[in-house]
């Protein structure tokens, strides 16, 4: 997706541009991972289910969003290093190399943050 230059960079959308979604996926597993934490401190004995399901959902979402802003491409790289759940994480498949013979996809921890935001950065056109 290809924005004017004027559009870049704003988080939420300037006049006339559209706004980054990846805010909107942010807020939607930030609202997730309360509800799910705030339900267990109340009723830790009650079913997490549902609640649990909504945040996989959210966590889903959030790494299948891809950021149309430089901002918006920071404000996913804090949430996912600041996510006190670390669910999301175990969504961001990266492929690698075992012994250089092998390929496998991996999930889960810090490098599938460091290798979503390069393949989102490069979608964007931003050097890293």
């Not at 004995?45 to 969003?65: G, N, P, R």
């Amino acid at each position: 997706m290809s924005f004017p230059l004027a559009c870049r960079g704003g988080p939420r959308g300037r006049s006339g541009c559209p706004a980054d979604p990846i805010y909107s996926a942010i807020d939607a597993h930030r609202e997730a991972v309360e509800a799910f934490w705030s339900t267990y401190q109340t009723n830790p004995h009650a079913d997490l289910q549902s609640v649990l399901q909504v945040e996989i959902a959210a966590a889903k979402a959030l790494v299948d969003t891809a950021p149309t802003t430089p901002d918006g491409l920071r404000a996913l790289e804090v949430h996912l290093r600041e996510d006190d759940s670390r669910l999301a994480l175990n969504f961001i498949e990266r492929p690698v190399m075992i012994d250089g013979r092998h390929a496998c996809t991996v999930s889960g921890g810090p490098e599938g943050v460091d290798w979503l935001i390069a393949k989102r950065a490069a979608e964007l056109g931003i050097a890293g």
